[in-house]
């Protein structure tokens, strides 16, 4: 990821824009994203005109940011074609998603919440997962369900930062503010840190010491 974020900031057209962005959201080993805000050059696509090529990748980076495959579904007019590795990825996300709210979580539900037909399509996502140390869970297949132990949390939302088309309260999508009450309801399990969630705990232990 910091590679891709050193191209971005070194980037000098909006075609590089573009290809970083793919990259970014088809390597499986990153589920943090709120770094590539930062790029001035990704500024410049976030001011294009709606339903331009340059918004469609800034819609389509904020969906992998923040949303869920509903999020897709919904507003794929205004998001780039995805390729099949980033529509596992996106499902990936999803499931991660959902572990901030349940340790234990139904086939039933999956299946739902990741757009998919089969429970074996299901398990494939959760054992993707896993594979890429993204959650430690079980798969209780006789029970229809899978036990989640821990999982590597998404990007929050930023102070003053908005958002285009992601629904940030349908999704329940944490809020830096918001940190501290999701981390102490997983105060028994350990939760896997990314990038962008050590980031923004550290800020917000930052801004806590501050005041005391």
């Known amino acids: 990821m910091d590679s891709i974020l050193q191209q971005l900031t070194q980037a ?8 970083l962005v793919s990259a970014a ?4 080993r990153v589920v943090g994203f709120q770094e590539l805000f ?17 918004s469609k990748y800034c819609n389509t980076l904020e969906v992998f940011t923040f949303g869920v495959f509903d999020d897709y579904m919904e ?17 990936v996300l999803t499931l991660l998603s959902a572990c901030v709210s349940k340790t234990q979580i ?11 037909d089969t429970v074996a399509e299901a398990e494939s996502i959760i054992i993707t997962a896993i594979q890429n140390q993204h959650i430690d869970a079980e798969l209780y ?19 003053q930062q908005s958002l285009r088309i992601v629904d940030a309260e349908k999704n329940s999508v944490a809020r830096l503010e918001d940190l501290a009450l999701i981390l102490d309801n997983w105060s028994s399990v350990n939760v896997l840190k990314t990038s962008g969630l050590v ?6 232990l930052n801004g806590n010491q501050e005041r005391v």
């Not at 000098?12 to 290809?19: C, E, G, L, P, V």
């Not at 780039?80 to 996106?90: A, G």
């Not at 139904?106 to 998919?116: A, P």
């Open 12 to 19: 000098t057209t909006k075609t590089q824009a573009h290809q």
């Open 25 to 28: 959201i088809s390597d499986p």
């Open 38 to 54: 930062s790029s001035p050059l990704l500024h410049d696509l976030l001011e294009s005109e709606p339903n331009s090529e340059d």
């Open 75 to 91: 507003h794929r007019e205004l998001l780039i074609e995805l390729l099949v590795p980033q529509v596992v990825k996106l499902r």
């Open 106 to 116: 139904s086939y039933d539900e999956l299946t739902s919440l990741l757009h998919v």
């Open 141 to 159: 297949s006789a029970e229809q369900h899978v036990q989640i132990r821990a999982f590597a949390g998404r990007d929050v939302i930023l102070p």
């Open 199 to 204: 980031a923004d705990t550290e800020a917000l």
